[in-house]
């Protein structure tokens, strides 16, 4: 059999929920990218990990997130063959920011690639969210579907066979100033400290913001998304994880943000303004919030990203 050529994919950032948008909304942002690199290996799945935020990454290919993803459509698929994953962590893991969904996402595309399997981008986002089964305990896929479709994802999850997403194109102009500060929290324990049912004011609020938030997209307002984002009992509860969080809120909204939330399951904090704006005055605000707290924090001001894609090989 003549050995097949390395394909390598990248994909994005993203900020999950939105507000109310629990497990629904992905926001797909430019704060950072990794990149995973399929090469032909005579048996089994290695995997090999490097780039700025490689620490603490696992490398057994059944407990890393995009090992899990590569698994899961090969098995669907009943492929055999080894392959070695190279895998180039440029996210921060543990941030809110969509870490591993990202690895997830580019390696299902890098994988379906290689193997010129030809899935549509749904079916990419079922298997990329097993990858999150493995990293959150949970395959929650509004993060994989915004790293896989690009731009904002709605995802409608039903069951393990199948997740619907819709995608929006957010107008150009949507800037996010993100601030990550210097803490982790997992995954795992930011959904635990989330409670098992809502009150109805607060399930009818969520449905109100959520619609707004699609409105305020479709027609391209900004501050009408940035009020939209706001509020959710999902940030109340998690907001307490976060230190300095009130005051980031707080400032960026002084500063001239629209909205402010929290990425994903935090501790990243996503500002929501349009470029006109002061996004360097945000972004300040940001990380003197988180240092009143003293927590050090690093800021990316990013726009809307494309979904994820396979690269020319001297990319
Ligand atoms: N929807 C998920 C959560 C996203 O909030 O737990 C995790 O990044």
């Known amino acids: 059999m003549s050995a097949r050529r390395p394909v390598r994919a990248r994909a994005y950032t993203s900020i999950a929920n939105l ?29 090999t990990v490097d780039g700025p935020h490689a620490g603490g990454i696992p490398v057994d290919s059944g407990a890393n997130t995009a ?12 492929i055999t063959d080894g392959v070695r994953l190279r ?40 298997f990329a969210a097993e990858g999150e089964r493995a990293s959150a305990g949970a395959a929650h896929a509004d993060n994989v579907a915004a790293a896989v479709f690009g731009g904002l994802t709605i995802c409608d999850a039903r069951g393990r066979e199948s997740v619907g997403v819709t995608h929006l194109t957010p107008p ?29 004011a607060d399930y009818s609020a969520g449905c109100a913001r959520c619609a707004m938030i699609v409105a305020a997209l479709m027609r391209g307002d900004i501050a009408a998304f940035g009020r939209a984002v706001e509020g959710s009992f999902v ?25 402010v939330t929290i990425s994903g399951a935090g501790p990243a904090v996503a500002a929501i303004m349009g470029v006109d704006g002061d996004p360097e005055g945000v972004a300040r605000a940001m990380r003197a919030g988180f240092s009143q707290a003293g927590v050090e924090s690093d ?3 990013a726009g809307v990203a494309d979904g994820a894609a396979v690269l020319e090989m001297d990319a």
Do not use: N, W
């Not at 629904?24 to 995973?36: E, I, R, Y």
């Open 19 to 47: 507000g109310y948008g629990f497990d629904v909304f992905g926001l797909c942002v430019d704060a950072g990218s990794d990149v995973v690199e399929v090469l032909q290996e005579t048996t089994g799945i290695e995997l």
């Open 299 to 301: 800021i990316h001001i």
């Open 172 to 200: 150009a102009d949507l800037r996010v100033v993100i601030a990550l500060p210097e803490i982790k929290i997992a995954t795992s324990v930011a959904r635990a400290a989330l409670p098992e049912g809502v009150p109805m």
């Open 235 to 259: 940030d109340r509860v998690r907001g307490a994880l976060i230190p300095g969080f009130e005051a980031v809120r707080k400032g960026a909204k002084a500063a001239g943000a629209a909205g």
């Open 67 to 78: 090992g899990v993803a590569a698994i899961a459509l090969m098995t669907h698929h009943g």
């Open 87 to 126: 895998i180039t962590k440029g996210i921060r893991c543990g941030s809110g920011t969509g870490s591993s969904a990202a690895s997830a996402a580019a390696a299902v595309t890098a994988v379906d690639a290689f193997f010129a399997l030809g899935c549509s981008r749904e079916q990419l986002v079922r």
